[in-house]
């Protein structure tokens, strides 16, 4: 979901008689309750007019459009929030983000993020990205762990900025992902944007933007692997939508992941972003950074070798 956008999409024959407040939650990929306040507020229209009641039953065919008005931007407060600063200086910081949290504030998770942590404890942050985004130059799923880059001036957001534009910036992944390979390396294409039905989810779409994974096994597990993959690009959910489009989603993985995993994995996706390598803005030299999984991503590496 976007702030400031609209979205329209006609009601399947599966859909018919669903309720307005459902459809509408799953078309502009809001909650139910958010897509309810938008009906009553106007903002849902059926057919081209209006439709203020939440429950108003649908037909196939119908067109259902949803305003999601922008967000009036607050800015984020510095919090005391424990951070791991692997590498800074007076241009840039790398620091590890844990997993099951967000990197900037937004609707439903206005603190507790990265970003309230820089601000604690980084003495400056970019501007470029605004009030919400200080410092932020990309960015990586709440569920999945690893090394983020932060800029501390706008010269260097603006350089690092277009070395991932370029695709000189190297960033590479360790995830469990189900299943086995008869390969021992791959490559998968696909443009990726919006799904076409369920707003909160990215997908392999002709109009997708695109983008570019490799893979690699590292080892062979017990019904799963541990592979390396390794961005060219970087989209939403990339790594995620893209392995299991080849039927290996990454374990853990609620949304992409199967209904019934075959593991009990909780706290989300074993995906980690271990590896990151840029030039530095200022003096041009080539880095290089590396870190760990969490323990959760170990022991689930162990249990699986068993």
Avoid: C
Wanted: charged share 25%; proline share 6%.
């Amino acid at each position: 979901m976007t702030e400031g956008q609209s979205y329209e999409a006609r009601v399947p024959a599966e859909s018919e008689g669903e309720r307005l407040d459902v459809f509408a939650a799953q078309v502009a990929g809001v909650t139910r309750s958010r897509a309810g306040a938008l009906i009553r507020e106007g903002r849902v229209t059926v057919d081209g007019a209006a439709q203020e009641k939440t429950g108003f039953r649908l037909k196939a065919g119908m067109a259902v459009g949803v305003e999601v008005p922008a967000a009036a931007p607050a800015a984020a407060r510095a919090e005391d929030i424990d951070l791991e600063i692997v590498y800074q200086d007076a241009d840039l910081a790398v620091v590890y983000k844990p997993s099951g949290m967000v990197v900037h504030p937004a609707a439903g998770n206005e603190t507790g993020t990265m970003v309230n942590a820089l601000l604690k404890h980084l003495d400056n942050l970019s501007g470029i990205g605004g009030e919400i985004r200080p410092g932020i130059v990309h960015r990586i799923d709440k569920d999945t762990s690893g090394l983020l880059l932060v800029a501390k001036n706008d010269r260097a957001h603006l350089s690092l900025s277009e070395q991932i534009k370029a695709h000189t910036v190297q960033r590479a992944y360790r995830a469990i992902v189900i299943g086995g390979f008869k390969e021992d390396e791959g490559t998968v294409e696909g443009p990726i944007g919006r799904h076409p039905t369920d707003r909160k989810k990215m997908a392999i779409v002709p109009n997708g933007r695109e983008a570019v994974t490799h893979w690699t096994v590292l080892e062979r597990l017990r019904g799963a692997t541990l592979i390396e993959a390794r961005l060219t690009t970087g989209r939403t959910h990339q790594i995620r939508v893209h392995m299991a489009s080849i039927g290996h989603p990454v374990l853990g993985d609620p949304v992409y992941g199967p209904k019934k995993s075959p593991w009990p994995v909780k706290g989300g996706q074993l995906l980690h972003a271990y590896r990151i390598g840029f030039e530095h803005p200022r003096t041009g030299e080539r880095m290089l950074f590396e870190a760990e999984p969490e323990p959760r991503f170990t022991h689930w590496l162990e249990k699986l070798r068993g």
